[in-house]
């Protein structure tokens, strides 16, 4: 029985060549559009979630005229965290990131340059569930 409907739509697919490829590549199309967009959102829901309150982390970013263009940029005034902390009772702790070019750090005579530097303020562990010790681990 199955062995007709194969042979029926094979000769189907011979007799209508253009309407199959049509079909075919409308069909191969939209899957991988619908493939390509669940791999997309997959992706951007995927930052951040090892974190035990990801949730209720937020980043605030600032609204620039630039020019007369709207910039859009993670970037706040460095009293914005004491002031978020002290005027919204919302607001439970706030940690500020600052990133620097390169730097040389000396250890006793041995020196370094680090690339890509960024501090973080005391309460950086309060917020973020990083484990460090089992970076520093691998590393050495």
Known sequence: MIKNYFKTAFR????NKLFTFLNILGLS?????????????????SF??????????Y???GDYNLNGSRVQIAVASPPMAATMIHDYPEVEN???????GSRIIGVGDQKFKVENI???DSTFFDLFDIPVFRVIRQIC
């Open 12 to 15: 189907n697919i011979g007799r």
């Open 29 to 45: 199309l939209g899957l991988a559009t619908a493939i390509l967009i669940l791999f997309w959102v997959q992706d951007e829901l």
């Open 48 to 57: 951040d979630c090892y974190h035990k309150n990801a949730k209720n982390i």
């Open 59 to 61: 980043r605030i970013t």
């Open 94 to 100: 706030a940690c500020r990131f600052r990133q620097t």
């Open 118 to 120: 960024t501090y973080a």
